[in-house]
């Protein structure tokens, strides 16, 4: 069991274009050679310029969703086949933001996930509790029902080519993040739910970020949990020198 850490930058709906250009650059610049895999995530509309400015380097590209048909008459919506054409790797599957603002279903996670894998893109599918249901002691069970909506049917072969995230929505883009202790646990849990559906095997090598005000002053502290193998990072990845902090502490 190796897992190769995972830092991905979710720029959600921020950056001009030529600032996303910049922003990359910036990364890439940056960057040292290290075992960290990196990705990011910029708007629809900057897939193609980002991807340009990524081209020659490690970093990969990844979308911020899809939707689960191929073509057709989906007003406002992208497909994976658009996504590849773009040479994105990566899509958020179940962000927080969709599940609370879009009506994101643990179905609709799940058609998003196959046809991701269909399509041969890697989803980053994020699952997580809200302070409500931590706060009445369900953070366990939200967990297993979004993993088990969310991965119905899926394969483990698929399973293999998926990134998971754990996302305390009450830890999204509030500077309030989760303790080391806390993060751990949640992971320990999601590794054990995958365990229980697709075996030890599996579970081993399936890779759990942690995302939710995840900052280079607590990345270190996080990252170093055994079962936290890299972050998904809203705000910090906006300014290079931050996301490159964090990329270090991986
Ligand atoms: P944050 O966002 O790092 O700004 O908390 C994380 C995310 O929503 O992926």
Known sequence: MSRTPIIAGNWKMNTGIAQGEALAAAIVDGMSPSQVEVVLCPPY???TRVGAVLANSPVMLGAQDLHWED???Y???VSAAMLKEAR???VIVGHSEQRSYFHESDESVNRKISRCLIAGLHPIVCVGETLEERKSGRTNEVLSTQIRGGFAGIAAQGVR??????EPVWAIGTGVVASEQQ???AHAFIRGEFEAIYGAMVAGDLRIQYGGSMKPQNAAG?????DIDGGLIGGASLN???FLGIIRAA
Request: charged share 10%; aromatic share 6%.
């Open 45 to 47: 509309t900057h897939l």
């Open 183 to 185: 993060a751990q646990e």
């Open 71 to 73: 073509h057709g008459a």
């Open 88 to 90: 994105v790797n990566y």
């Open 222 to 226: 996080l990252l170093a949990q055994p």
């Open 161 to 166: 080519h998926c990134v998971v995230a754990y």
């Open 240 to 242: 290079a020198e931050s």
């Open 75 to 77: 007003t406002g919506k």
